[in-house]
């Protein structure tokens, strides 16, 4: 089958061809039919040799939709054809975390050697998708793979930054989202669906800041040094009682503590190498700073009841398999708007 693999440090991603995978017992075989383009993936591929904790190759893809083609020894409860969507934060499923559907904050897994797929284990850019256990896979009934596939990361990860911060966001209060891109467009729909709070959006092309307001920012200013004046005259000089930096760089998350009222959450979720301080005399009274991963797999369920409610429009750009080296480019450019979908 063809895969999209990362090969060596430094390397550009590259078409290759793998064997299609055997499901062993309790395993299953999904056929892709669509992955999702994360920029946590040029992340990784950024990353120093003794950074990885993983051998390469590696085939990437943490975001997977698909169809169960065939069943390992032992699987029930699916059958082949069933359209699905791959819970991707992979834990050991007995710990206490795990027992609580909170397999990204699995306690065992690094011990155990469990990575999610794409980022460790075989990942979703290829023709099949070996998932390690039934329990990993969400049924999508009628959702269209192509513009659900997203809300396994893109989704799911804002969905449990907000989810946390949901007490703080009452009426009159004020949410920050930095960076609109693929976690930050589908945040914005997130916070309007969930939340009666006004909505400001940061980055820094206007074509972002577009799709922002599209999606229903009811502010959009540019990500530069006012950015925080701006927000704290946008709420009469008290700040927002929740932000979330979906960039995580140094100035980014800078901003988000500056931004941040009296008892507010500032959530980093961007992986930039940031780092938002707080204490007295820099921030507001009573900051609570958070690094939230991922979300739980009963999160992953709400966030795809909240698509077919009609709350969530991904906004998707195609590309062929063979195509992928180019999306990762063009993501790694600034060049996507909304989140890059690769149809194996
Ligand atoms: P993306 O490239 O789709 O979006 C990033 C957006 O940030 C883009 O729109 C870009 O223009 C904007 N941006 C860049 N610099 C900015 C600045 N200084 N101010 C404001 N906006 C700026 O990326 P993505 O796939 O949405 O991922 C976002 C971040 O979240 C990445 O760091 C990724 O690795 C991380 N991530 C974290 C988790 C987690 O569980 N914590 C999960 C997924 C992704
Ligand atoms: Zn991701
Ligand atoms: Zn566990």
């Known amino acids: 089958m063809k895969a999209v693999q990362y090969r060596s440090v430094g390397a550009h991603p590259e078409v290759v061809t793998v064997p299609r995978p055997e499901p062993g017992p309790g395993q299953v075989l999904i056929e892709v ?51 699905v969507a791959v819970y991707g934060p992979w834990g050991c499923g007995t710990c206490l975390m795990c027992a609580q559907g909170k397999e990204n904050y699995c306690t065992r897994a690094a011990e155990l ?14 023709e099949y998708l070996l998932v390690d256990d039934p329990r990993h896979l969400v049924p999508l009934g009628d959702l269209d793979p192509v513009t659900a596939v997203p809300l396994t990361d893109a989704g799911l990860t804002p969905y449990h930054a907000i989810k946390t911060s949901l007490p703080k966001l009452t009426p009159g209060s004020t949410a920050v989202v930095i960076g609109t891109g693929g976690l930050g467009h589908v945040a914005i729909q997130l916070l309007r669906a969930l939340t009666p709070a006004r909505v400001i959006a940061l980055d820094v092309t206007e074509e972002k800041l577009a799709l922002a307001r599209e999606v229903g ?55 930039g190498g940031g780092a938002a301080s707080v204490g007295f005399g820099t921030t507001a009274y ?49 060049r996507v708007n909304g989140r890059a979908v690769i149809l194996p």
């Open 113 to 126: 050697g469990i990575r999610p797929p794409g980022l460790g284990a075989p990942g979703a850019i290829a």
């Open 217 to 271: 920012a009811h502010d959009a200013v540019l990500s530069d040094e006012s950015a925080t004046a701006k927000v704290r005259e946008l709420t009469g000089g008290l700040g927002a009682q929740a932000v979330f930096d979906f960039v995580g760089a140094p100035p980014t998350a800078t901003t988000a503590a500056a931004c941040a009222a009296v008892e507010a959450d500032v959530a980093i979720v961007g992986i």
């Open 33 to 83: 039919t669509a992955a999702g383009v994360c920029h946590s993936d040029i992340a990784v591929m950024s990353m120093p040799a003794e950074a990885l904790g993983f051998p390469l190759p590696l085939t990437l893809g943490h975001e997977a939709a698909g169809t169960v083609a065939a069943l390992g020894d032992g699987v029930t409860g699916f059958a082949p054809g069933d359209s």
């Open 286 to 334: 009573d900051v609570a700073v958070r690094s939230p991963y991922w979300g739980s797999r009963a999160e992953l369920v709400e966030v795809l009841d909240l698509a077919r409610a009609g709350a969530i429009d991904v906004h998707v750009e195609t590309y062929a398999l063979d195509e992928a080296p180019k999306a990762y480019e063009n993501l790694h450019a600034g």
